[in-house]
């Protein structure tokens, strides 16, 4: 019975705390719980792929626009300058880092949906990333657009070149690539040419 109650009470007292945690302090946890435990990892792994199953070109799409578009150009000047270990920083470098800081952060998720199996998310990531910087090219109300007119291209260069590298052999995805381009990004067709041409030489 005394058992029972300790149990109860590690209980509430775990539930109560999970909500104090950051982002950090939760993974640790997590990744303890799911070494320990097979049917904690067989859980964290179902409820992971039912978030992934939420994934769509157009909701990551959204979010990477919005992300740019929130980018300040007050925050640009700020940035450039003089800097403090020496040297000058132009507005329009400032501007790219900015931008590059966003990006890569979508990236980098489109990196860990490799890593973790989900190659399908991989891809429909990848999409949204793309319609993300179509939109901002075409569409940005912030004032920094002005410093950053042909970046968005060369990130979706990045983008593209990033995932063949990745998935050099998988034809079918591939071919759905190609047909998402060619059906949603307008004028980029061009891009997924050079990449394909690319990984078709082994380059």
């Not at 990196?111 to 940005?140: P, R, S, V, W, Y």
């Not at 997924?192 to 041409?197: A, I, N």
């Amino acid at each position: 019975m005394a058992k029972t109650t300790q149990n109860a009470e590690d209980t509430k007292r775990g539930r109560k705390m999970v909500v104090h945690l950051d982002g950090h302090q939760a993974l640790q946890i997590l990744s303890v719980l799911v070494r320990k435990s097979a049917s904690t990892a067989a859980a964290a792994a179902r409820i992971a792929d039912e978030l992934f199953l939420q994934i769509t070109p157009e909701e990551v799409g959204e979010r990477l626009f919005q992300n740019l578009d929130n980018l300040e150009i007050e925050d640009c000047w700020d940035a450039s300058g003089k800097q403090r270990g020496g040297g000058y920083l132009d507005p329009v470098d400032a501007a790219y880092d900015m931008m590059a800081d966003v990006v890569e952060e979508f990236i980098y998720d489109m990196e860990k949906m490799h890593d973790m199996g989900n190659h399908a998310e991989e891809l429909l990531t990848l999409e949204g990333i793309l319609l993300g910087l179509q939109q901002f090219n075409e569409e940005a109300s912030t004032q920094i657009i002005d410093y950053l007119q042909d970046d968005s291209e060369s990130f979706a260069h990045d983008a593209i070149g990033n995932w063949f590298k990745r998935n050099p052999d998988d034809i079918e995805k591939h071919a759905q690539l190609q047909k998402f381009i060619e059906d949603q990004i307008y004028g980029w067709s061009s891009i997924y040419k050079y990449h394909k041409e690319r990984n078709r030489k082994g380059s």
